[in-house]
């Protein structure tokens, strides 16, 4: 019932996806949240992050950021790490995630999505046929908006691991 709502994998951060694995499985192209899922909120992209895209472009993938943010915001994270990107992308429409597979040149059936949020990223990236990928979110102090999403979150994520654990023990 909730399966829409359901990462295909999740991981405690960006930075340890085993994104060698996922090209040798043939996926070409990834879809990134910016906020809570490479930097932390508001924040510039990182020496960090400017490595994740250098080593995904030694790998072969295509890459692109994609966010309900303004462009003020997302081009200079986007240009930093000279990746495409799509702002104002309208989450949980898929059509952002459409036109970040668009300029990546990329299927749903090829593309990895990364985000920290189930409604809006998640849920987005089923929507578009993308495989999901849940990442804890970077700590930062959320306002009461996000305190809520992240509590309405929880049912969520504990159901979705029950039913990974359930599937592990068989």
Not at 17 to 38: A, S
Not at 42 to 51: C, F, G, I
Not at 82 to 102: C, D, H, I, L, N
């Given at each position: ?39 932390e909120h ?10 994740l895209f ?117």
């Open positions: 019932m909730f399966q829409q709502f359901y990462p295909r994998e999740e991981y405690d951060s960006t930075y340890e996806i085993p994104f060698e694995m996922y090209y040798q499985k043939g996926y070409r192209g990834v879809l990134f949240d910016v906020d809570n899922t490479l930097v508001d924040q510039p992209a990182t020496a960090r992050a400017v490595e250098e080593h995904l472009r030694e790998l072969g993938f295509q890459t692109c950021v994609i966010s309900n943010n303004k462009d003020y915001r997302v081009k200079p994270f986007a240009d930093t790490v000279k990746t495409p990107y799509v702002f104002k992308a309208g989450k949980p429409s898929p059509r952002g995630y459409q036109e970040g597979m668009k300029r990546m040149q990329t299927t749903p059936e090829t593309t990895l999505f990364v985000g920290d949020q189930i409604f809006t990223d998640v849920f987005c990236a089923r929507r578009a046929g993308a495989f999901a990928i849940l990442v804890t979110p970077l700590p930062y102090k959320e306002n009461l908006f996000f305190k809520f999403k992240r509590l309405m979150e929880k049912p969520f994520i504990r159901a979705y691991r029950k039913k990974e654990h359930s599937k592990n023990e068989s």
